[in-house]
Structure formats: structure tokens, C-alpha cells
């Protein structure tokens, strides 16, 4: 079943973003209260909603979720080329976007990057260190959260982490913005879009849910990583989503004065 979809034009209010949403048990999560101050508007691609490909449709900004399937899987997930065809245009044309895990994947794919399934370093599960590379000084998105981090002293901030595909070549024209000790690409930057593998996302039931699908992953130790550095988890993610909330504003503010 497909569902049609229409313009979602910029008007002056609330700004509104488009999530599509990938798999019933990867949603928006605690993004849903952080994103506070734009209209929220989630295409369900799993369940046959059409994910537009002309980046106009998709409002002031785009979020892409993660999921259990590969970014290639395009048998299993028939909704992924265009999904990736509407990452490119986005990015190309200034839609402030962020894509997560699976949409990191997507995007670094769109662009001409080069994605390993299964690689062999195996599942990243639970909580990881992200190491902010220089090129992260002054980021629009993620920024911020290295000003922190040296602030107190560190390189790093934790996230939640859940996969096992990766990204080993960026796309060209790409900024690296962090890694982790188990794998380099964590976050990088293309046009107006950003990438990141981790789950800024995911509260700990989310990430213990996921935890708890996969026999190769200790769901207590994932549980108590979280519960010992939560605090930090969840201000890490907030900060994103705040930052992101004030792109798509920053955004659709420039765009109308040239109009």
C-alpha cells in the first residue's frame, strides 16, 4: 500500500521537518520532545508510505532513521533508492538534514561514499566514546558538543551505538567530524547534510529493546553502560536536537529573505 504526498511548502509558524521513519522499532524516540519548536511530519516508509524525492516536499529540514536492513537491501526495503535519491538532492540544496545510523549510511552511499556490510570489526552495541576530530571546531550541528567536552577536559562524548554495517570511504567533498576506537566514520558532513552512526536518539529502553533482538549482544551490560552515564547521554542528545531545531530555523529565515 502507498500513501500520496504532497508539498510541504515553508510558511511563516512553525517550521516543519520531515522524518521518514524506517523501521517500526527504530522511531524518533526522545527527538520526539527535543525537537521542540517545529512541526514534525514522519513518513512511515516501512509500512508503504511514499518518501518524496524532490528535497521542496519535504518542508524546512529532513531527518533519516535507522533500521534493522542494510542500505542496500533494496529487495527487503523497496522504499531505499528513493530514499537515497531524495538524501542527495537534500543535501545539495541547502535542506538542513540529518541522517542517522542507517541514514548515515544512506547518505554517505547517495553522495559516492562506500558502505561494508557486516564489517568485520562486528557489532558496536551499547555505549561509545565519539572522538570530535579538529574539523568539528565551529560545526553548526555538533560543535558545540566538542566545545563541551574541552571544556572538561576531554576529546570525547558518549553516545548510544547499535550496528554493524559501516561506512569505510566518505563521499568526496565530505568534512570527518568524529570516530570511535572501533570505527573511523561516526560523523561527517556533506553539504547541508550531516551523518552520524551513533543514536543521539534513543533513550535506554529504546537502545535495551534493541539490545535484547540481538543474541550477539549483552543487553545488561548495554543497560548498565547507559544507566552509569545517562545524565551525559541524554544532555549529548538534546544538544543535537536543539542544534538541529536552530539550523532549520536559521535556514527557513534565509530562504524567505530571498524570496
Known amino acids: 500500500m502507498t500513501f500520496e504526498t504532497a508539498p510541504v511548502p515553508s ?72 530514499t537515497r535519491a531524495l538524501l542527495a538532492a537534500a543535501s ?56 563541551l567536552a574541552v571544556a572538561e577536559e576531554r576529546r570525547s562524548t558518549p553516545m548510544p551505538s547499535m550496528h554493524s554495517d559501516a561506512v569505510v570511504d566518505l563521499p568526496r567533498g565530505a568534512t570527518w567530524l568524529a570516530s570511535s576506537a572501533m570505527y573511523p566514520y561516526q ?10 552512526q551513533f543514536h543521539p536518539e534513543a533513550g535506554t529502553e529504546l537502545l535495551s529493546a534493541w539490545a535484547n533482538e540481538d543474541d550477539d549482544v549483552d543487553a545488561a551490560e548495554v543497560r548498565d553502560a547507559y544507566a552509569s552515564r545517562a545524565d551525559q547521554l541524554t544532555d549529548a542528545g538534546r544538544r543535537i536536537a536543539e542544534a538541529f531545531v536552530s539550523l532549520v530555523n536559521e535556514s527557513a529565515v534565509t530562504d524567505a529573505a530571498l524570496v
Not at 542507517?102 to 564489517?119: D, K, N
Not at 560523523?187 to 550531516?194: T, V
Open 11 to 82: 510558511t511563516p509558524g512553525p517550521r516543519v521537518v520531515t522524518v521518514v521513519q524506517q523501521d517500526a522499532h527504530v522511531p524518533l524516540d526522545m527527538f520526539e520532545e527535543w525537537l521542540d519548536g517545529v512541526e514534525l511530519r514522519t513518513i512511515h516508509s516501512y509500512a508503504g508510505e511514499m518518501v518524496p524525492v524532490d528535497p521542496a516536499e519535504v518542508g524546512d529540514g529532513l531527518i533519516v532513521l535507522g533500521g534493522e536492513m542494510s542500505a542496500v537491501d533494496d529487495v527487503v526495503a523497496p522504499w531505499l533508492p528513493a
Open 187 to 196: 560523523a561527517f558532513r556533506i553539504g547541508s547534510a550531516w551523518g552520524v
Open 92 to 147: 545539495a540544496s541547502g535542506v538542513p538534514t540529518l541522517a542517522i545510523c542507517l541514514g548515515a549510511q544512506m547518505l554517505a552511499l547517495a553522495r559516492g561514499g562506500r558502505l561494508q556490510v557486516a564489517a568485520p570489526p562486528g557489532i558496536e552495541a551499547g555505549v561509545i566514546d565519539v572522538q570530535w576530530r579538529p574539523e568539528a571546531v565551529g560545526d553548526a550541528l555538533l560543535g558545540g558538543l566538542l566545545d
